[in-house]
């Protein structure tokens, strides 16, 4: 918990320090979601966030563009076939998906 009011702090103070004169703003997923890797476009000063099950795309006012749901999904680690989307499996679980975003590329 500590590393998530970290990371949204410190998310906060570069966003603000660089991009706006505006107050301080924050960015706060729904609660349960865990915050994983971030990523900052310096030209626009766009942020990707990587979370569990989420992929988040935030303004440079650190304002929610977009929340694309990536889990959690039907899945089993012996099962490497897929039918349709879906593991040609019987036995699959729930799995969570932990997205790392490192980059912006342009």
Known sequence: MLLYITVLYLIT???H??????P???FSPS????LRRLAVDP??????VGA???????DSDL??????TTGPVQDNKDCADFV????DCASTTLTDNYNQVTASVH
């Open 24 to 26: 301080v703003v924050t």
């Open 63 to 68: 304002t929610l563009v977009v929340d694309v």
């Open 31 to 34: 609660t349960g979601i865990t």
């Open 84 to 87: 349709n989307g879906q593991p």
């Open 52 to 58: 569990v099950n989420h992929i988040y795309q935030l």
């Open 13 to 15: 103070l570069l966003v």
């Open 17 to 22: 320090s660089s991009f706006s004169s505006s």
């Open 43 to 48: 030209q626009s000063g766009t942020v990707y």
